[in-house]
């Protein structure tokens, strides 16, 4: 266990002092609470003891530990030394990751007579034990015996004192660690290292092994390097890039597969110092969309939910910024801004416009925005999808909508009653797609996703859809890029295809006719897997 192989190297204090001082008890009622961590100890029995010189003495109260390893407990004030001991519940081992039962430990407070927050660790542990026995065997006062066992302790970790005396952060959260101060972050990693001592081996190829499966596919070297290192980090902490630890990273990346041998000294300094911590601000989980978050947009980097460090940068238009990941192949975010697995980056369009491809968004350069109507178009079964945003391009040059050549409504449209576009002989508001957005995996956009104020019961709209009645999205829509095709069909007559311009819109044959100039061509891109 971690706590005795930290006490095996933590040297006794020997140095004479006074003895402490006679008790007292008040009636008054104090607050104590405070967190049992190796990992978090989960239903852990929490008894409170006075400690008369420098012995275990009365049980004053007991308590148990919650889910997240947290305990509270109302004491009386009391000028004695006071023993909490942590005894019996479960915790999950950070550098195995196994359910793992807890022994005791421990820590001290000097007294209690005020609101106070404590932490029970192996550390603190470690420091009781040696202050008990300086205040025993050498008369201290429990205020000397105590701070020169945290000097002891402190010194033989190579920390500063301040982490031995704060509430560690949860190693398994996030959230939890970008959120903590700087102290409580390096008091969960300390925590780790110790795990580490004993299971090196074990964690590295548990971690390694989870890293290839999340990513899945056949991934290339800089996306393995990037992953299992990003993986390593987080969830082994700053013990993982300590040089005592190479050799058995060495001998951990030559036995799995499809590694390259890859060895963690081969990693460049920059990487190594950058993903040691990912301690930004977090964003992309649940009702915090990248996008919306100004702290992470301010700083310019940001970590998401599984620890992936994305930076914000200008896209191919110099002003609108997107979210990118900061190493591997540098996939985009979706435009929702959320993230809520491994690997759940924006994937591009079907060259028909309908359906997601497995091939990621990369190509920053071919984005100008992002609108959130309320409604949107992903295919004929689901046309009015709610809680998606999409990406929209700088805008494209004047065409015709049959300009192109290739295949029907995916690279150029003509009768929207052809067998080949969106509802064969009926109109839709989705006919199909133009070749300028599917090279772009991408699409047209519907008349309903855009800026346009119509009347919904204007007879010209496409009826072949059904009652569907979509929301439109007026000023939450796509803007326009001069006058730009849409891909939705005009009832009017079967060569004719909406075009808008700002709030305005109207319906034109998809050649435009004899006397009208061309249309641009504004794409689309909806947010995928949401």
């Known amino acids: ?52 010189e420098g012995e275990r003495g009365d049980l004053i109260k007991t308590t148990t530990t919650g889910s997240d390893g947290s305990f509270s407990a109302s004491l009386p004030a009391i000028s004695d030394p006071v023993e909490i001991v942590a005894s019996g519940g479960t915790y999950i081992d950070e550098a195995t990751g196994e359910v793992t039962d807890n022994d005791s430990i421990s820590s001290l407070l000097e007294k209690i007579e005020s609101t106070v927050e404590v932490p029970v660790t192996p550390f603190t542990h470690a420091i009781k034990e040696n202050a008990l026995d300086a205040m025993k065997n050498q008369g201290k006062s429990v205020s000397q015996a105590k701070g020169e066992a945290e000097d002891t302790v402190a010194s033989n970790l190579g920390v500063e004192k301040s982490i031995l005396k704060a509430i560690p952060a949860r190693p398994d959260s996030l959230e939890d660690l970008s959120q903590a101060t700087e102290s409580e972050r390096k ?36 996306q393995r390097k990037a992953k299992i290192v990003s993986k390593l980090i987080r969830e082994l902490g700053q013990a993982s890039v300590a040089s005592d630890f190479q050799s058995t990273w060495n001998s951990v990346s030559n036995q799995v597969m499809e590694i390259d041998h890859l060895k963690f000294n081969e990693l460049d300094d920059s990487m190594k110092r950058t993903m040691m911590d990912c301690s930004y601000t977090l964003c992309g989980n ?174 010209s709209l496409p009826t072949g859809d059904g009652d569907i009645s979509p929301a439109w999205a007026q000023a939450n829509g796509v803007p326009s890029f001069i006058s730009s095709w849409t891909a939705s069909a005009s009832n009017q007559d079967t060569g004719k295809f909406w075009f808008w311009s700002d709030s305005t819109s109207d319906y034109e044959n998809y050649d435009r006719g004899s006397g009208y100039t061309t249309g641009e061509v504004r794409c689309v891109l909806p947010s995928s897997g949401e």
């Open 1 to 52: 266990m971690r706590v005795f192989f930290l006490l095996s190297f933590l040297s006794a204090v020997y140095l004479t002092g006074c003895t402490s001082g006679s008790a007292s008890t008040q009636n008054t009622q104090v607050a104590v609470s405070g967190v049992v961590q190796l990992g978090r100890v989960s239903g852990a029995t929490v008894s409170f003891y006075r400690i008369i």
């Open 286 to 459: 649940s009702g915090n969309g990248c996008y919306d978050n100004t702290a992470a947009k301010t700083a310019g980097v940001a970590c998401l939910p599984d620890g992936t460090q994305i930076e914000y940068v200008a896209s191919g238009n110099g002003i609108f910024k997107i979210w990118k990941e900061k190493y591997g192949d540098e996939r985009i975010l979706k435009p929702t801004g959320l993230y809520s697995a491994p690997g759940d980056w924006q994937q591009k369009l079907n060259r028909s416009g309908i359906g997601f491809k497995s091939d990621y968004l990369t190509e920053k350069s071919a984005l100008a925005g992002i609108a959130c109507p309320p409604n949107v178009f992903l295919s004929h079964e689901n046309m009015k999808a709610t809680n998606r945003c999409l990406y929209y391009d700088s805008g494209n040059s004047g065409q015709r909508l049959n300009d192109s050549s290739g295949t029907e409504a995916a690279d150029w449209l003509t009768l929207w009653n052809s067998p080949s576009s969106g509802r064969s002989t009926e109109a839709s508001y989705f006919e199909g797609n133009v070749k300028t957005c599917a090279d772009k995996g991408m699409r047209l956009p519907t008349l309903y996703e855009t800026t346009v104020t119509i009347d919904p019961l204007d007879m």
């Open 187 to 222: 008091a969960a990693l300390a925590l780790t290292k110790l795990s580490l001592a004993g299971n090196g081996d074990k964690a590295l190829s548990r971690v390694v092994t989870e890293a290839l499966t999340e990513l899945g596919g056949s991934p290339t070297s800089s």
